[in-house]
């Protein structure tokens, strides 16, 4: 309840000083463009899962955390949580287009002990990316750990 109280104290202090605490921010897109597979150990098996991240805002994003599921033909399906710690740049503005990007690789590692081959399987993923917006009521509300704006991400094709 006191919580609630402070943060509505300063949104009307944000008013009244005129202070801009909340930008408009366009959301950003993700997509996976790939799955790779990158190790393999008698128990099992490294992906990186590929996916662009674009910004069509001009003020950069922080990318939080990613929550992502993964499922190849035949296995079972597999959850993960990411805390990516990096920023998603802001776009410039060149004839017209604004758009940052970035290309995110999220690990996942799975217990695999057959010999079959792994590349060419089938594999989809699903995930929601949570990002910071800027705004210092939203940091604020960040780190009263309030829910953050999201975007989802999928994808299918073949393992690489």
């Given at each position: 309840m006191v919580t609630r109280q402070f943060v509505w104290l300063v949104i009307a202090m944000s008013m009244v000083?005129?202070?801009?605490?909340?930008?408009?921010?366009?959301?950003?897109?993700?997509?996976?463009?790939?799955?790779?597979?990158?190790?393999?150990?008698?128990?099992?098996?490294r992906l990186e899962i590929d996916v662009?991240?674009?910004?069509?805002?001009?003020?950069?994003?922080?990318?939080?955390r990613c929550d992502y599921a993964v499922t190849l033909d035949g296995m079972d399906r597999y959850t993960f949580?990411?805390?990516?710690?990096?920023?998603?740049?802001?776009?410039?503005?060149?004839?017209?287009?604004r758009v940052g990007r970035q290309v995110v690789s999220l690990p996942v590692a799975i217990p695999y002990s057959g010999t079959d081959q792994l590349r060419g399987i089938r594999y989809r993923v699903q995930g929601v990316l949570y990002y910071q917006p800027p705004g210092e009521l939203l940091k604020l509300l960040d780190e009263l750990h309030t829910d953050l704006p999201s975007v989802t991400l999928q994808g299918t094709g073949q393992i690489d």
């Open positions: 000083s005129g202070c801009r605490l909340v930008d408009k921010v366009a959301q950003p897109t993700a997509r996976v463009v790939g799955v790779r597979l990158v190790d393999r150990t008698p128990d099992g098996i662009i991240v674009e910004n069509p805002n001009l003020v950069a994003l922080p990318l939080v949580v990411d805390e990516l710690h990096r920023t998603l740049p802001g776009g410039v503005e060149q004839g017209g287009s």
